[in-house]
Nanobody, 124 residues
Framework: QVKLVESGGDSVQIGGSLTLSCAASANTADNYCMGWFRQAAGKEREGVAT???????SSADSVKGRFTILRDNAKRTLYLQMNSLKPGDTAIYYC??????????????????WGQGTQVTVSS
């Protein structure tokens, strides 16, 4: 069982930056994929970025070049560095984990551990 707790959500202006954090209750370094997902009002949950146990990363086209996913295994913490934020990035951001040995799945349906979510609002 892995408990995940996100923090760092806030309201920022267009073009601003924000870093989200996700603290894990257990060691997820060895065999867990970790990911960030988001859900805007009235829309389905979508993948933002994932990172596997070898620190191989994948991200959605909509955030490439702007968002970076990082994991600090010693601190059991996952991060999402977000730059050049746009109104379309407004959503609740969720941290998730799943035990996978291969490439991390992109679909949120493959992840079985979730945090409570943190709100990110981007406006002018």
């Amino acid at each position: 069982q892995v408990k995940l707790v996100e923090s760092g959500g806030d309201s920022v202006q267009i073009g601003g930056s924000l870093t989200l954090s996700c603290a894990a209750s257990a060691n997820t370094a060895d065999n867990y994929c970790m990911g960030w997902f988001r859900q805007a009002a009235g829309k389905e949950r979508e993948g933002v970025a994932t990172i596997d146990r070898f620190a191989r990363r994948s991200s959605a086209d909509s955030v490439k070049g702007r968002f970076t996913i990082l994991r600090d295994n010693a601190k059991r913490t996952l991060y999402l560095q977000m730059n050049s934020l746009k109104p379309g990035d407004t959503a609740i951001y969720y941290c998730a984990a799943a035990a996978f040995w291969g490439n991390c799945p992109a679909s949120h349906r493959e992840y079985n551990y979730w945090g409570q979510g943190t709100q990110v609002t981007v406006s002018s």
